[in-house]
């Protein structure tokens, strides 16, 4: 149940590249092979999406890494949706204006 960011890496021709999850505990147990999931944190996607599975687990200076390959063959994907977010504006919060009652 640890919690990471995960990242993409450049790949070149005919080379899979593989997903970085990073800032992980480094006293974190992670096992080779196991999934990883999205967390549905943010909103931006759903909870429970099957990302990848851990190929190795690396400790850092301040944290800990672990390369995960893909469970989409990127170059078998043909139709790609891309989501534009805006930052959600709050509405104007109205102002009281204090009213003089008649005869003051």
Not at 72 to 98: Q, T
């Amino acid at each position: 149940r640890e919690r990471g960011i995960l990242a993409g890496e450049r790949g070149g021709i005919n080379l899979r590249p593989d997903l970085r999850l990073r800032y992980l505990n480094q006293n974190a147990v992670i096992n080779i092979g196991s999934n990883v999931y999205s967390s549905g944190d943010g909103g931006v996607f759903p909870s429970g999406l099957l990302l990848g599975v851990i190929k190795r687990f690396e400790n850092k200076d301040l944290f800990a890494e672990a390369a995960v390959e893909p469970k989409v063959n990127f170059e078998k994907i043909d139709h790609v949706f891309i989501i534009a977010m805006e930052a959600k504006k709050e509405a104007p919060v109205p102002m009281a204006i204090p009213v003089k009652e008649a005869g003051q």
